[in-house]
């Protein structure tokens, strides 16, 4: 029986990560992710940080418009 809750054991689930981006220039402003997610390094470029969360394997769960910003939440299985 696997129990997720027992010390030493692999962690199984979804990382998430939140990247913010300026609107209109999409330019990099912040990321924030879940505990041991993978990580790739950012760029100025908002297209570019997203090209390479989302070459790695990570999936666009949304994209959602806040104060002259566009946060971008990505998910990893």
């Not at 790739?40 to 104060?67: D, H, Q």
Request: net charge neutral; proline share 5%.
């Amino acid at each position: 029986m696997f129990c997720r809750n027992v010390i030493g054991t692999a962690w199984l689930g979804t990382h998430v990560v939140v990247i913010r981006c300026s609107y209109p220039q999409l330019d990099f402003i912040y990321l924030s992710s879940s505990d041991h997610a993978p990580l790739e390094p950012v760029s100025k470029s908002c297209t570019e940080t997203l090209s390479r969360f989302l070459s790695i394997g990570y999936k666009l769960i949304g994209a959602y418009p806040m104060n002259g910003e566009v946060i971008f939440v990505l998910t990893y299985v």
